[in-house]
């Protein structure tokens, strides 16, 4: 079985920032595209940002500028890093990943969701 952990949420202040990690654990033979999801109260899952197992990241309008994803393979690990952030910030932050195990196509998998509140 496969898991993705996150880590890395929490309260901050407008303009401050935060550094979400996600790791991927178990038997694993290779790992695709990693991105970051967010949800906010009343809001649709929204993508943040992507990054494929090259390194090409894109990212939504909103966050262009303040937000950096990157990853390390090694690890099976993505990270976003936060600055700048604003109060429209705050939402449930999500980590997906398509990972492979030997003999099984690749599968979507969710992270458990990490809590990001932007506030003074």
């Known amino acids: 079985q496969v898991q993705l952990v996150e880590s890395g949420g929490g309260l901050v202040q407008p303009g401050g920032s935060l550094r979400l990690s996600c790791a991927a654990s178990?038997?694993?033979?290779?790992?695709?595209?990693m991105r970051w999801y967010r949800q906010a109260p009343g809001k649709e899952r929204e993508l943040v940002a992507a990054?494929?197992?090259?390194?090409?990241?894109n990212y939504a309008d909103s966050v262009k500028g303040r937000f950096t994803i990157s990853r390390d393979n090694a690890k099976n690990t993505v990270y976003l890093q936060m600055n700048s952030l604003i109060p429209e910030d705050t939402a449930v932050y999500y980590c997906?990943?398509?990972?492979?195990?030997?003999?099984?196509?690749?599968?979507?998998?969710w992270g458990q969701g990490t809590q990001v509140t932007v506030s003074s």
């Open positions: 997906n990943a398509v990972v492979w195990r030997l003999g099984v196509p690749g599968s979507d998998y």
């Open positions: 178990g038997i694993i033979f290779s790992v695709g595209a």
């Open positions: 990054i494929t197992s090259g390194g090409s990241a």
